[in-house]
DNA sequence: CCACAGGACGGCT
DNA sequence: AGCCGTCCTGTG
């Protein structure tokens, strides 16, 4: 049984497995690429290995059974049914979205396995501001480099794999170490919101007990964190919010394409894409935003 | 070599 | 309040 010290504690970090059977709505490619994570490759056995903050998981799915294993701190269960959000009824979500007309319908048939991930609040909030003005193989290379280099390394199969480093691992690095990294402008805002956790001037714990708009509030005090960023962190963190919705290009290409059919997209503003959304898809407009992004880029 | 893709931010009106 | 140029790197 392996010893990690990890941010000042000692681990046990503990090779486990779990199996579920018919569990709706759990497609692996549906879930790890549609645009919310950027930790999880794809092994040629067409499993999925990801670092996730408790360690390494392995996720395969072979008919109606889905087998994780990995090296973990704490129950696998508890881990994978928090991580993959597995207390959520998604058949119900889709069949109240698919009414709202064909479009959703559609975009829902798409991508049926998709599940909104609960994942850590900080490495989200660090990798949404990464992503700005980025494309997703950079993105990943990016945070892969930072926690390689200050993360918690765990071996596995032979394999090592780098944890996410917490805001005290990363409060010696530089603005000039980030930027070596390959962050390029993004440097400061990473150096700038890592202070800002550390010397507690935004408190990310509390915003699980705010509202929505409260929180996100608070996101926008952060360095690098602006409307889209932080509508991302709200719906792709253990914060799981709903009811926001982040507008990237793609978003506004296909709300243009399919309600507001404007010659110009670029012309149409956010407040006004903002308001459609909440009118015709209500409280669940985040995870209605989810399935038409993802069909929108993948088709 | 140049054009383009992708959000936050600050300076401007 | 809204508009626009700039920030950096990878790709075609």
New binding site residues.
């Given amino acids: 049984m392996p010893l990690y010290f990890m941010g000042g504690m000692d681990l046990i970090m503990k090779e486990q497995k779990y199996i579920i059977e018919n569990q709706e709505s759990f497609e692996l490619k549906d879930i790890f690429e549609c645009g919310q994570c950027f930790r999880w490759n794809k092994q040629n056995d067409k499993s999925y290995i990801g670092v996730i903050k408790n360690g390494v998981l392995s996720v395969k799915k072979d008919d109606e059974k889905i087998i994780f294993c990995g090296m973990l701190n704490g129950n696998i269960k508890n881990i994978v049914e928090e991580y993959f959000d597995l207390n959520r009824n998604y058949d119900e979500i889709k069949d109240k979205l698919s009414h709202i007309d064909q479009y959703l319908k559609n975009s829902i048939e798409y991508g049926r396995g998709i599940r909104i991930l609960n994942q850590d609040l900080w490495e989200t909030t660090i990798s949404f501001i990464i992503?700005?003005?980025?494309?997703i193989?950079?993105i990943k290379g990016i945070i892969e480099k930072i926690a390689k280099k200050y993360g918690n390394e765990i071996e596995w199969n032979g394999k090592k794999y780098y944890t996410f480093p917490n805001a005290e691992q990363l409060k010696n690095v530089s603005v000039q170490d980030f930027?070596d990294l390959?962050t390029?402008?993004r440097d400061i805002?990473l150096f700038e919101t890592t202070h800002l956790i550390l010397d507690k001037k935004v408190d990310l714990e509390k915003m699980h007990t705010e509202d929505t708009l409260t929180a996100r509030d608070e996101l926008l005090k952060l360095?690098?964190?602006?409307?889209?960023?932080?509508d991302c962190i709200l719906l792709f963190s253990t914060l799981k919010r709903f009811d926001v919705f982040p507008i990237?290009?793609?978003v506004r290409r296909v709300m243009n394409e399919l309600y507001i059919k404007n010659e110009d997209e670029t012309k149409v503003?956010k407040?006004e894409i903002m308001k459609i959304a909440n009118e015709k898809f209500g409280a669940l407009e985040g995870i209605a935003q989810q399935y038409l992004f993802y069909w929108k880029r993948e088709a």
Avoid: E, I, L, T
């Avoid at 992503?131 to 494309?135: Q, T, V």
């Avoid at 360095?223 to 932080?230: L, M, N, R, Y």
């Fill in positions: 992503s700005a003005n980025n494309n193989p950079r930027r390959g390029g402008f805002r360095s690098g964190v602006g409307p889209k960023v932080a990237d290009v793609w503003s407040k």
